[in-house]
């Protein structure tokens, strides 16, 4: 099985940073896609940023100029930078990782547990 491992997530104040960290580990031939999305109280899980194994990326216009993504192919590892952090950022920010387990398998998504951002005001 695939396990994706999220870490970092914290308090902090409005202009702050933080960065999280996420590892994918298991029987997998290759990751694709890696990313992050989040998930504030009362609304819809929404993307932040994600990257393709060629290095394409995508973010969410609310976080743009302020957030990065980056990946290491060979670790399975993608890290969220995250500065100028606002109120509006708070939430449980979830990593996923998009794998093929092997040769004969068509893309699957994996989800992590989640790792709470709270920024206060």
């Known amino acids: 099985q695939v396990q994706v491992m999220e870490s970092g997530g914290g308090l902090v104040q409005t202009g702050g940073s933080l960065r999280l960290s996420c590892t994918v580990s298991?029987?997998?031939?290759?990751?694709?896609?890696m990313g992050w999305y989040r998930e504030a109280p009362g609304q819809q899980r929404e993307l932040v940023g994600g990257?393709?194994?060629?290095?394409?990326?995508n973010y969410a216009d609310s976080v743009k100029g302020r957030f990065t993504v980056a990946r290491d192919n060979a670790a399975h590892t993608i890290k969220l930078q995250m500065n100028s952090l606002k109120p509006e950022d708070t939430g449980v920010y979830y990593c996923?990782?998009?794998?093929?387990?092997?040769?004969?398998?068509?893309?699957?998504?994996?989800w992590g547990q989640g790792t709470q951002v709270t920024v206060s005001s």
């Open positions: 996923y990782a998009d794998v093929i387990q092997t040769r004969f398998d068509a893309e699957s998504r994996f």
């Open positions: 298991g029987r997998l031939f290759v990751s694709t896609g």
């Open positions: 990257l393709t194994r060629g290095g394409k990326t």
